[in-house]
């Protein structure tokens, strides 16, 4: 604390600072620079009248500064060492009430001129001496290779004084107390502080920072470390990515941040990823979290071309039409950083109520030019099978279901190819033949960086290719080729800077139209041979020559699906500092996804005695999504009242245009002719969707930190979006955080010697969505694509739906507390969080009865939905020595989805639904109660029929399917060029357990062309009376309520080892003579081992018809020059 | 202090430059997409406001797409032939749903939703989806003032003889049914089942509207008047009055439907009895409405559905061929059963499968020379005959039915009273009228004969005891849990 700053010429500029500042209303640092702010003036007054109580010393000093001028100098930590005081004067001398203030206290004082400087007694400070001299110092500020840092902060401690670097790391400070003491920080750098001691230049060498508190934590429009974060951000490093053998970046995060749950509901390659940051916020869709690249926002779900299906994963854990990271090579990414609350969403304002997902791409350091190689070869295996009947089995179930139901084989009723038609001693394993190959893994990547410290460069270029587990061809595999560039400049007074970057991917992915897991898994075992002696695909025709096949898993072969996707996403920053502290800068990224996709239906594919009446047809899709962005902003950084103040104001223009859709080609000549539409006879639109996204807005944050101890974070966003209508189109968000980092407080320093680090944190804001599609408002009437020939001619139209011109904004607000801890010198980080969502004024598609037309509008709805989470998190450095280092981390997120408020809940369309009280997955199940042992049928808990359940009123078992708990547990080991890494992921869940008894309407003993063979736990089937068995008696019908019972769902919880990598470093004495910089071998290994009582093949992705995530491990290399 | 100055006038152009962006409502205006128009504008014009109504019945004719109602593997003709004695399914069918309905076993819940489709539609929209486009035009058009009065008046006239049209379906499938009137997702929310009686009114009054606005000639794609042979597939005037008979004649109100099918049986300028081969093809001169084929090279969807390929029925394209009972039912030397007329056979592997011959023409490639019927000439004199019977009109009862009768190649009817006219007019409707819309299932029900006669054939069919319940299909189990007020039909 300093009451006066003599011989300093800020006041004044200071008080224009905050004039400026009342104009843009941001009254809030005024009443904490408050109270201290005291003009200079003299007074002639010198005798003293005071009457206090137990007053703490502060409130003394001041009284007296008021009654005489005199102005005090001392550091704020000690006045709070002090005990408070009684006084009372009447005209008492200046002298003696000092003698009253500081007696028993352990401080001192002199006079000097009108200054009354204090210190602490018998010299336990030897830092603070007298102000004996004003002196002018330069310096140079280096990291530890002696390389220039530009931009490190240098500030006088406990001053409102300082400065940054310039260019080449040279800082100068006018007029600065020989004795002060120096502050100095960059980020990613350890804090220095150095005393002056009269040195002139001062040369400051900062150290990388080994505690992960002060690693560098990117946040919306900016940086920051977690010791300084007031919000709710977690951060994945590119070490971390590169350990992963993954396709898609989002899959490297499965398991490390807390609060965040991804599902991969599909192990093809390029199909969609489901991402929930702290949980479900909206009954309806439109929960995906912001992504953002280098700045440049990218949509969080693809729309379909209309021919895409496969990529959509279905299955429980459906999401979408495939991912937009999909298209961004892992590689390139430096980093990944996960904003969670308000504090640190607020200013994406509408787009981030599902938290935001920053993506940082790899940039160019200063330093000579590094020639790196990375080769990777591996192999991916589906790590499970399930127990499927065999033959003889299944044979017994079917001949058993025909004798229950009392029905002849002969009769023309009985359906049974399987076992008329087909030849019952064959066996196949069809996991085995299906889905049992081993998918090949290739990615090589290079890259080229260096720079200077005006300049620094990099371009990289990565090769990935990806087969499939499924019996075809290799040219059924996703093949990627990126490059990526990036280029930083400045001047060299580093006034002016820009960087360039960007990156290009073109993505051919090729796979079958469908996924034969769900034949793998349900094909009859006595189904036929799929191909004929001569090569063709066998049909199975029956005695008349009708097929008995109806869909051979291997017309995939000639019905193959390619998407074509090339990816351009470029970013370029112009920056200039106006004056100290005044930033302005401009960014303009720029993103354009082409895909191409095509879907043939050969004849071929097509049922023999089916062609003389069917066309060969194709379907050509096409998507173009286009986005520009313009962010204009201006930073402003300065030191008031012994803190630092960091403004920033900005905004956003942002328009995405989609043009998406399919034609169908038919009628070619020939199947060789389908890739060519020009050959087709006739020419259809099936499908056409064009939509213009327009938003802009208008941002601002403050932050400030007063001495690392208390920062305040304040952030303000109006927002408008063209997806609402005229009505509401704008609207505001705002949030407001806080820490106090506590450890920094003196008394907590003395009293907590194993702490080293503390802080608390709260945020509370507001963050919307309007993830809802566009033109929703309006009534749009669609041409009609069906009619290949126009009816009569003419073209047709027909509406597209229900428009609602009142669409509003959904709200959500989110609460957020936190402690952060470090321990023994931050060997042991931990951190606790709790979170609370509220979302409200619920953007659904409001489900309708089909009277209205449609199956449901969109509106916003009064629902709120609480989302409450406790997120933890554990980083300990076990061993850290020079040769060996061991690091552990543990995360565990408890998540707690709610549904509040829901006003007239039992007579909307949602009342079967939906329960309060209840997360808003919530499944109404019937209760089970078993197997009638006199009967052998299932018996349900109803209170009519036990036989026939009725819905809703039997449908009153809450079945919850969202995780109670998930996380990850990480260990890193190294010793000397060895490093070992491995993973746990774990989820804490029930799920679909559809293994039980396939999830359609196919129940033990009916047959449907080549959907009919049953788990084994079918055989614990009612046979006879008096059995006690799970399932009840084999039937050829179907079962109409078993799959809406509590029995489909139990326990799908696990324990994954995620990842493991290994790899080691050779010696640098061994290549020291082949010139490499570096040399690595690695192993990795990816979905290792799965510890479950699942009875599926995977409990994440929960399903039947969908690849599991597949088990890869691989091998590399590499090399760097 | 110019620094001063400098750095606070900077501070506040960004600032004011910032806000002032944001706040401008034109950045952020769009247009509707260019492949789109809208409400607001949609009946502001001729081309589009008549392709909207065109849309329904191109939808009608996709028998590409599931559930699209009248036409194909999922149409009425079909699914209701298999409920009734019509057809059989062929052994291999799996598909759960036409076991179902040819079980007489359909079911509604949450898992299985077998029998609904006509209502709300399966993987494309129901018929309350057409409803609702009915619905929109009426309104639409009723507020447009910029459209040429001509097509404003026709669009109108279709938009209501439509809504009437799906009603009747409607009723005759599900029996009390939510009566939509509006587009108001508000009201039709939580609409009740209106009891049959006021949507017989509803249809009747639609209908009438229809008769004063809809043209009295064919009309072209743009509403006007053909140059060269007149195409049957947009709804006339004499539409309107042909589905008026047949409605009074299911409400029982017998005289009415005399006048109104003695209007159209009348028109002979337009319509006439055309020999058995001719009848459905297109343009006939039998056709009071037809639709016309919207895929590539391929006639209607009923033929390709119902005449077997060469290797017999399979489990998913020609599921279904005619049942023991209707073949039995024709009289010796029916015409129409007859040298391949109207019904035509495949013998396969020693199995002779009999199939609907009405549609005859299965070509990919060639042209069009079918289109499906709506409303015929000869259902017509058959509602006549009825009425008359009714109306103890013997002769003349006897006079409609001979017309029917003798084209068929048969002699007169021998029945002279009105309960044997009335017997006869129920089989005739049987062999005349088979896989055309349900007619068969629809007689059973309004004649009451339903009970006596699938009593019989629901067990033969595999399907376990016939329940009177049987005969309306269940509503929609979706629509039951999202509006309380619908109540199923009692047997789901």
């Not at chain 1, 190959?437 to 090769?463: D, E, H, K, R």
């Not at chain 1, 009840?1032 to 029995?1047: E, L, M």
């Amino acid at each position: 604390m300093q009451f006066k700053a003599s011989g300093n010429p800020m006041p004044l500029r200071q008080r224009l600072l905050t004039k400026t500042l009342l104009v843009m209303n941001l009254t809030v640092i005024l009443s904490l620079v408050v109270c201290l702010q005291v003009s200079a003036n003299a007074y002639s007054q010198k005798t003293i009248t005071l009457s206090q109580k137990n007053v703490p010393l502060e409130t003394v000093f001041k009284e007296i500064k008021k009654q005489t001028g005199y102005t005090f100098f001392c550091k704020y930590e000690w006045l709070q060492q002090a005990r408070k005081v009684d006084i009372d004067v009447r005209n008492a001398s200046l002298d003696q009430v000092l003698e009253l203030c500081f007696k028993d206290q352990p401080l001192t004082y002199a006079i000097v001129n009108t200054t009354i400087m204090v210190r602490l007694r018998e010299g336990r400070d030897v830092n603070v001496a007298e102000p004996s001299q004003l002196i002018d110092i330069k310096g140079k500020v280096t990291n530890d290779k002696g390389e220039p840092l530009s931009g490190a902060s240098v500030e006088i401690k406990n001053s409102k004084r300082g400065t940054f670097t310039d260019a080449n790391g040279m800082f100068e400070l006018k007029q600065v107390d020989a004795n002060a003491m120096l502050l100095v920080s960059f980020t990613g750098y350890a804090v220095r502080e150095i005393t002056v001691k009269r040195n002139t230049f001062i040369p400051v060498s900062l150290a990388l920072n080994t505690s992960s508190l002060d690693e560098t934590v990117v946040i919306a429009y900016g940086t920051t470390t977690q010791r300084l974060s007031t919000g709710n951000v977690s951060t994945v490093k590119a070490a971390d990515i590169a350990k992963q053998p993954v396709n898609n970046l989002l899959l490297a995060l499965q398991g490390r941040v807390p609060g965040l749950l991804i599902t991969q509901p599909s192990g093809l390659a390029g199909s969609s990823i489901k991402v929930r940051i702290q949980g479900q916020n909206s009954i309806m869709n439109g929960n995906d979290p912001l992504y953002v690249i280098d700045g440049v926002p990218v949509v969080s779900q693809l729309p379909m071309t209309g021919i895409d299906a496969v990529l959509g994963s279905p299955g429980p854990n459906y999401n979408g039409n495939g991912n937009p990271l999909n298209y961004i090579n892992p590689s390139d990414i430096e980093s990944v950083d996960i904003l969670k609350d308000a504090d640190a969403t607020a200013i994406y304002g509408s787009r981030a109520a599902n938290g935001a997902i920053l993506i940082t791409t790899k940039k160019g350091k200063t330093g000579p030019m590094h020639f790196d190689l990375n080769m990777q070869k591996g192999w991916g295996q589906v790590p499970r099978k399930l127990n499927m009947l065999n033959t003889r089995q299944y044979l017994d179930m079917r001949y058993e279901a025909f004798r229950n139901d009392g029905i002849t084989l002969t009769s023309p009723f009985a359906s049974a190819n399987d076992l008329k038609v087909w030849d019952t001693t064959r066996y196949t394993d069809w996991q085995k033949k299906l889905i049992g190959g081993t998918a090949n893994y290739a990615n090589i990547s290079t890259s080229i960086s260096g720079g200077t410290s005006t300049m620094q460069y990099l371009v990289g270029g990565t090769y990935h290719k990806e087969t499939t587990v499924f019996p075809f061809p290799s040219d059924f595999a996703d093949e990627k080729g990126t490059v990526h560039f990036n280029l930083n400049s400045s001047s060299a007074n580093q006034k002016f800077r820009m960087q360039f970057s960007g990156s290009y991917m073109y993505d051919k992915n090729q796979l079958p139209q469908t996924d034969l897991t769900q034949a793998a898994l349900l094909l009859e075992p006595d189904a036929p041979v799929l191909y004929n002696p001569d090569g063709s695909i066998n049909w199975g025709p029956n005695a008349t020559g009708t097929s008995t096949f109806s869909s051979n898993p291997m017309i995939n072969v000639y019905t193959k699906y390619r998407n074509s996707t090339s990816n351009l996403i470029s970013n370029f920053i112009a920056g200039y500092k106006i004056l100290p502290g005044l930033d302005i800068s401009t960014s303009v990224g720029y993103n354009n996804m082409q895909t191409n996709d095509f879907r043939p239906n050969p004849l071929i594919a097509i049922r023999p005695e089916l062609r003389s009446t069917s066309q060969r047809y194709a379907d050509y899709g096409d998507r173009n999504l286009s986005s520009w962005i313009i962010e204009p902003q201006a930073k402003y950084t300065k030191n008031i009242s012994g803190g630092k103040l960091d403004l920033l104001i900005g905004t956003t223009i942002l328009d995405i245009k989609t043009n998406t859709g399919y034609l169908r080609g038919a009628g070619h000549l020939s199947d060789e002719m389908l890739e060519d539409i020009h050959t087709a006879a006739t020419i259809t639109t099936f499908y056409t969707f064009r939509s213009d996204y327009k938003y802009d807005a208008a941002f601002a944050r403050l932050n400030y930190n007063w001495q690392d101890k208390y920062i305040i974070d304040l952030n303000a966003r109006r927002d408008g979006s063209s997806r609402f209508g005229d009505a509401n189109r704008f609207h505001n968000f705002g949030s407001v955080g806080g820490a106090w980092l506590f450890y920094n407080e003196g008394f907590i320093r003395k009293n907590f010697h194993f702490l080293s680090f503390g802080k608390l944190k709260g945020s509370y804001g507001t963050t919307g969505s309007d993830q809802i599609g566009d033109y929703n408002f309006m009534s749009l009437y669609n041409l009609y694509g069906g009619a290949t020939v126009p009816y009569q001619g003419i073209n047709s139209l027909i509406p597209a739906g229900l428009p609602n011109p009142h669409l509003q904004w959904e709200e959500t607000r989110k609460l957020l507390l936190g402690i952060d801890l470090g321990l023994l010198q931050n060997r042991v980080l931990l951190s606790a969080t709790y979170v609370q969502n509220r979302s409200s004024n619920q953007l659904l598609s409001y489900s309708l009865p089909s009277v209205t037309g449609f199956s449901g509008q969109l509106l916003n709805f009064p629902a709120t939905i609480e989302n409450k989470d406790w997120e933890f998190s554990v980083n300990t450095i076990n061993i850290h020595s020079r040769d060996f280092n061991w690091t552990s981390s543990v995360n565990v997120t408890i998540p707690k989805n709610k549904l509040i408020a829901f006003p007239n809940l039992s007579t909307s369309a949602y009342s079967n639904q939906l329960v309060i009280g209840q997360p808003i997955s919530v499944i109404k199940a019937v209760h089970l109660l078993g197997v009638d042992t006199a009967t052998g049928s299932y018996k349900y808990e109803s209170k009519t029929d036990p036989l026939n359940p009725t819905y809703p009123d039997d449908y009153t078992k809450l079945v919850n399917i969202d995780p109670k708990y998930y996380g990850g547990f990480q260990n890193s080991i190294g010793y000397m060029g060895f490093e070992f890494d491995f993973l746990f992921q774990f989820v804490k869940q029930l799920g679909y357990n559809d293994a039980l008894f396939w999830n359609g309407n196919r129940y033990p003993g009916n047959f449907f062309r080549g959907f009919s063979n049953q788990p084994v736990a079918v055989l614990d089937r009612w046979q006879k009376p008096g059995d006690n068995a799970s399932i009840k008696q084999f039937s050829t019908s179907p079962d109409y309520y078993v799959i809406g019972s509590d029995y489909r769902y139990s326990d799908a919880s696990y324990i994954r080892l995620k990842n493991v990598a290994i790899s080691w470093e050779f010696p640098a004495k061994w290549i020291s003579k082949s010139h490499f910089r570096n040399c690595r071998i690695t192993a990795q290994g990816q979905n290792l081992l799965t510890i479950t009582k699942y009875k599926g093949l995977d409990p994440e992705n929960q399903s039947m018809t969908s690849l599991p995530p597949l088990r890869v491990w691989t091998m590399g290399i590499q090399v760097g020059l | 202090m110019l620094l001063l100055y400098k750095r606070r006038k900077i501070l506040i152009y960004i600032l004011a430059g910032a806000f002032g962006i944001s706040s401008c409502k034109k950045i952020i205006d769009i247009d509707a997409p260019v492949t789109s128009v809208n409400q607001a504008n949609v009946y502001n014009n001729d081309a589009t406001a008549i392709s909207v109504l065109t849309a329904i019945y191109a939808n009608m004719s996709n028998g590409a797409i599931t559930g699209s109602g009248f036409t194909g593997t999922a149409g009425l003709s079909l699914l209701s032939g298999l409920s009734a004695d019509e057809l059989t399914l062929y052994s291999g069918v799996a598909d759960n749903e036409l076991i179902a309905y040819y079980r007489n076993a359909l079911v509604a819940n949450s898992t299985q939703n077998y029998g609904s489709e006509l209502w709300e539609g399966a993987g494309s929209p129901g018929l309350y989806y057409y409803i609702f486009i009915c619905n929109a035009s009426i309104e639409g058009l009723t507020k447009s003032t910029t459209l040429t009065p001509s097509v404003r008046q026709q669009l109108l006239g279709e938009a209501k003889f439509m809504r009437a049209f799906f009603y009747f379906y409607l009723v005759n499938c599900f029996g009390d049914v939510p009566l939509a009137l509006t587009t108001d997702p508000a009201v039709n929310s939580t609409l009740p089942r209106a009891p049959r009686e006021k949507i017989y009114q509803q249809i009747v009054v639609d209908l009438k509207d229809a008769q004063n606005l809809l043209s009295s000639t064919y009309l072209s794609g743009n509403l006007l008047n053909y140059s060269n042979t007149p195409e049957r597939v947009r709804p006339t005037k004499w539409a309107a009055i042909a589905l008026l008979a047949r409605t009074y004649l299911y409400t029982g109100d017998y005289v009415d439907a005399e006048e109104q099918s003695t209007i159209v049986i009348n028109n002979t300028a337009y319509y006439s009895m055309v020999s058995l081969s001719n009848v459905f093809l297109k343009n006939s001169y039998e056709a009071i409405w037809q639709i016309q084929p919207v895929r590539t090279a391929r006639n209607t969807e009923d033929a390709f559905t119902f005449i077997l390929p060469s290797t017999g029925p399979s489990e998913d394209a020609n599921p279904v061929y005619l049942s023991p009972q209707l073949l039995g039912s024709f009289e010796v030397g029916d015409q129409r059963q007859e040298n391949g007329n109207w019904i035509n056979s495949i013998t396969v592997n020693g199995g002779t499968y009999y199939y609907p011959y009405k549609y005859k023409a299965t070509t990919v490639s060639g042209t069009v020379t079918e289109y499906l019927m709506m409303l015929r000439l000869a259902e017509q004199y058959l509602i006549r005959a009825e009425a008359r019977a009714q109306q103890n009109n013997i002769s003349g009862a006897q006079s409609d039915l001979n017309a029917v009768r003798i084209r068929a190649g048969l002699t007169a009817t021998t029945a002279n009273d009105k309960t044997s006219l009335l017997a006869g007019i129920l089989h005739e409707r049987q062999v005349e009228l088979f896989t055309e819309l349900g007619q068969r299932w629809f007689d059973l029900k309004r004649t009451n004969t339903i009970d006596a006669v699938m009593g019989g054939v629901t067990p033969a069919k595999g399907g376990g005891a016939w329940v009177t319940t049987d005969q309306l299909y269940p509503v929609p189990f979706a629509d039951i849990s999202k509006n309380t007020k619908l109540i199923q039909n009692s047997g789901y």
